[in-house]
């Protein structure tokens, strides 16, 4: 034997320790290079910091006592064989421990050099052949992913081992035409793919799920702590698309796909082989459906899953056929009252259902990314209509745009709009564009070059919904920003007369932005009570229903063209 192993001694007694030493310094070629550790909370120590080959345990130590020593040390390293030490009065212990793992035990006073090397090889091989026999009992040969008992095991923990309630998901897979694959190209080849899908399966799931392998061409995947199904979802689609890529193996490029069924926990399934049953029963619906798709359990989860799909379905095609446009809404200076600037906010023109606003839509093309899309297209429209009102002598002020996180993270932002700018001939100062407090909050340092890369065009920044996310205020005052629009909610708890502090937010808001030298515009403003308290503390702008509904572009073309007929009589 040439592989040299650390050998960790736990042993308090310095006789009993010289001993041991002396026996395995006796010869040099000895395999053994020896550690000390004189009481158990030590050697735990060692063994959480060093690779271990071998543990030489004295049950008795200072900190620890009997059974319960090796107990601790065998579940702090199961994998590392481990003799115990044993006066000669309490063997009936020593032989417990082995019993509950221990490879090998030794009484003190009888040892010699010959017996303690030997046991040290023996326990060494065994422990070596039963952890192998372990990962062939747990993993699947061909793929090296867990089987169905480790599956079963994991499942368990994953459902009983839940300190708060969170959705469990058991996908059950099953790859589409594989039986056709195996028989007319080969097992190899079958082999071959059935190991790449495993891999590609293991490279898609987030640390903590589990994917195995039951046999054949069926894989589960247990997807932990989904917070809603939402996520589980994205999460498929995310899965499928990875799988369906082309592959090659052996010279041929091979299309696969597959068929999965979904049981949630707990809704479906109070324990593992419910679940396991249901996401089969669900994965056998997903082949009726034509394959190539997956299928929640529940009726109602499909239902939900399907209005997704045919709400993202219209939504491209929203895109392809223009359905989307653009309504403004006046923001108005306090002071003179004059008409300085609007609004931008997306509406969507369906066919059946009429206009939708964008609380039912933005979030969607914000999961899928079709935002980008759309924003962009908001971004030059509200430029190019902007730009037009000018031409027109209607003084239509500073338009606002609303931009969401996902554009903002994106690359190229500021070229984009550097070319928007250029195709519709706006004048950059003409333009805002409004952020949110996450967005700059979260990446802080390529949130600020992306910020002062807008701000070098020219264009204004302010930041939306101010006061409900979570701004640090010292880092607020080094970002190129322009105004703070106090959030709605604020804006609703002035004039209410029911509490002694109404209105206080808005008027700490009103005050840290001019702290700043910066703008402070409030929306939602709706009645006169909260005009007169925005106008006691000097907001500078406002906007809401008090002065207008969000408008559409002619309606608000004929907005402008009174204010300015006003503005000349007055
Ligand atoms: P927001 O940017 O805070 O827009 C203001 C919202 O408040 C608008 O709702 C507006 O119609 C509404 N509002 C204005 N005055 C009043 C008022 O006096 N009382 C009340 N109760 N509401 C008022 P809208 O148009 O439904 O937009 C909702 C949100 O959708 C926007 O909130 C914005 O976050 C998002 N959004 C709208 N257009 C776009 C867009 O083009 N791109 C992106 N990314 N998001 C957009
Ligand atoms: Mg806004
Ligand atoms: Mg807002």
């Known amino acids: 034997m040439s592989e040299s192993h650390n050998v960790l001694l736990i042993e308090d007694n310095p006789g009993d320790a010289r001993l041991i030493r002396e026996m395995l310094a006796e010869d040099p070629g000895a395999p053994f290079a020896l550690h000390f550790a004189d009481r158990l909370a030590r050697g735990l120590e060692h063994l959480a910091s060093n690779q271990t080959g071998l543990v030489l345990l004295d049950l008795s130590l200072p900190d620890s006592f009997g059974l319960d020593t090796f107990a601790k040390v065998f579940a702090h390293s199961p994998d590392v064989p481990i003799i115990v030490l044993t006066g000669n009065d309490d063997q009936r212990v020593a032989l417990s421990a082995v019993k509950g793992g221990a490879q090998d035990y030794l009484v003190k006073g009888k040892l010699d050099r010959e017996l303690l090397l030997r046991s040290m090889q023996y326990s060494i091989e065994r422990k070596r052949y039963q952890v192998e026999l372990e990962r062939q009992a747990n993993y699947d040969a061909l793929t090296g992913l867990p089987n169905r008992s480790l599956l079963h095991d994991r499942l368990k923990q994953a459902v009983f081992a839940q300190r708060t309630l969170r959705a469990i998901a058991v996908v059950f897979m099953d790859l589409d035409h594989f039986k056709f694959v195996n028989d007319s190209l080969g097992h190899s080849t079958g082999d071959e793919l059935l190991k790449a899908m495993a891999e590609r399966l293991r490279s898609v799931l987030r640390e903590g799920d589990t994917v195995a392998r039951l046999g054949g061409d069926e894989f589960v995947l247990i997807l ?21 890529e082309p592959i090659q193996i052996g010279g041929k490029e091979l ?40 299928q929640f359990y529940t009726a109602e989860m499909n239902q939900l899953v399907n209005e997704r799909l045919q709400l993202e379905h ?142 070098s065009l020219g264009v204004a920044l302010s ?99 009174n204010a300015k007929r006003r503005a000349r009589r007055g």
């Open 255 to 294: 299309y696969v796909t597959a068929s999965a069924g979904i049981s949630l926990y707990p809704q479906d399934g109070p324990d593992v082989d419910t679940l396991l049953k249901n996401a089969d029963a669900a994965m056998y619906r997903a082949k009726e459906h034509g394959r190539n798709n997956f």
């Open 463 to 561: 930041v939306d919904d101010f006061g409900t996310g979570y701004s640090s205020l010292s880092y607020l005052k080094n970002l190129p920003l322009d105004a703070l629009k106090i959030d709605r909610s604020f804006v609703r708890d002035i004039g209410t007369g029911a509490e002694a502090d109404e209105g206080v937010i808005a008027q700490a808001v009103i005050s840290l932005g001019h702290a700043l030298h910066l703008k402070v515009i409030a929306e939602g403003v709706e009645t006169d009570a909260q005009l007169r308290f925005l106008r006691r503390h000097k907001c500078d702008e406002l906007q809401g229903f008090y002065f207008g509904e969000p408008l559409a572009p002619e309606a608000h073309a004929r907005l402008l063209a």
């Open 224 to 244: 932990n702590d989904q917070t809603n199904e939402e996520v589980i979802f994205r999460a498929m689609q995310r899965i499928t698309a990875k799988l369906s």
């Open 314 to 455: 219209s939504l491209r095609r929203a895109l392809e056929k223009h359905e989307f446009l653009l309504h403004y809404q006046q923001r108005v200076d306090m002071r003179s009252g004059a008409v300085v600037g609007a609004e931008a906010l997306v509406r969507w023109s369906h066919p059946e259902w009429g206009l939708v606003h964008p609380a039912r839509f933005i979030p969607l093309t914000e999961e899928t990314g079709l935002i980008v899309q759309l924003g962009e297209w908001v971004l030059h429209e509200a430029c190019r209509q902007t730009r037009i009102w000018q031409d027109k002598g209607l003084e239509p002020g500073v338009v606002s745009v609303n931009l969401s996180a996902l554009q903002f993270r994106r690359e190229g932002l500021v070229r984009t709009l550097s070319r928007i700018l250029a195709d519709t001939g706006l004048e950059p100062s003409q333009l805002e564009m409004e952020i949110t407090e996450s967005m700059v909050m979260h990446n802080a340092e390529a949130a600020v070059a992306t910020l002062q890369g807008l701000k």
